[in-house]
């Protein structure tokens, strides 16, 4: 009855405390976490994906843009000759066929794609500077349907 006379009705006193219950949520710090600058820049949550290198500190630190590619990976029978990167694996897309860099761990994570239409999210790399060739440093891959 004191609600009524006062002009409060249930519907209002619903919507006021609905807002405050937001308010309150946005002080205890209840709020959307904005990508961090050293994360990678394409958007992978649609991916099943296995990260390769994303989380290195030097796949981070090169300032070349982030791309995505799709293609079927390929295992490499090793280095090409003296004086050469070893690039166990390459990826063969619609267009180009690009070495992929890969060491120690991401050689057995990545035998598992060989053979298989895949989705990378990757930096292209041009060593060429150095003697050697434009590369694939791969930061995440999937399968690809």
């Not at 609905?18 to 949550?45: H, K, N």
Request: hydrophobic share 35%.
């Amino acid at each position: 009855m004191f609600a009524t006379r006062c002009g409060v009705t249930n519907r209002r006193r619903r919507i006021v405390t609905i807002a405050a219950v937001l308010v309150g949520a946005g002080l205890l710090g209840c709020q959307r976490e904005e990508p961090r600058q050293d994360q990678p820049t394409v958007d992978t949550t649609s991916l099943h994906r296995v990260t390769i290198l994303a989380s290195e500190p030097f796949y981070r630190e090169r300032s070349e843009p982030e791309e995505t590619f799709v293609g079927v990976l390929e295992e490499t029978p090793g280095r090409l000759g003296p004086n050469t990167r070893n690039l166990p694996f390459r990826l063969q897309t619609a267009t180009e066929r690009l070495g992929v860099y890969a060491t120690g761990p991401q050689i057995k994570t990545l035998k598992k794609f060989t053979g298989a239409k895949v989705t990378v999210i990757a930096k292209r790399i041009d060593l060429t500077s150095e003697g050697f060739t434009k590369e694939l440093w791969i930061a995440a891959i999937a399968r690809s349907r």
